[in-house]
């Protein structure tokens, strides 16, 4: 079983900043993507930003230039460095993860989509 384990969410104020951080566990044989979604009340999940294994990255408009997605590919964990962050960035932030897993009674591999729990973000002053 693969896991999700999000941190570092928080209350800032305006124009302030904070680190996500996102770890993988489990019967893991290799992470092939992993991003970051958000939801703000009464909207939709949106794609945040979103890192290949390649490291090739891509964000959503309103957060290029605020926001940089990282990935520790050795310990199968991915960051979302958010800097100066707007009321309008106020949301639960949620990490997926393409994976593939390692089935070791059958000895295959299966394609896995995993989300954290969400952590929240809010920002106000």
């Known amino acids: 079983q693969v896991q999700l384990v999000e941190s570092g969410g928080g209350l800032v104020q305006p124009g302030g900043s904070l680190r996500l951080s996102c770890a993988a566990s489990?019967?893991?044989?290799?992470?092939?993507?992993m991003g970051w979604y958000r939801q703000a009340p009464g909207k939709e999940r949106e794609l945040v930003a979103h890192i290949s294994d390649d490291g090739s990255a891509n964000y959503v408009d309103s957060v290029k230039g605020r926001f940089t997605i990282a990935a520790a590919n050795a310990k199968n964990t991915v960051y979302l460095q958010m800097n100066s962050l707007k009321p309008e960035d106020t949301a639960v932030y949620y990490c997926?993860?393409?994976?593939?897993?390692?089935?070791?009674?059958?000895?295959?591999?299966?394609?896995?989509?995993?989300w954290g729990q969400g952590t929240l973000v809010t920002v106000s002053s």
């Open positions: 997926n993860a393409e994976i593939t897993e390692a089935v070791i009674a059958t000895e295959t591999y299966r394609l896995l989509e995993v």
């Open positions: 489990g019967s893991i044989f290799r992470v092939n993507a």
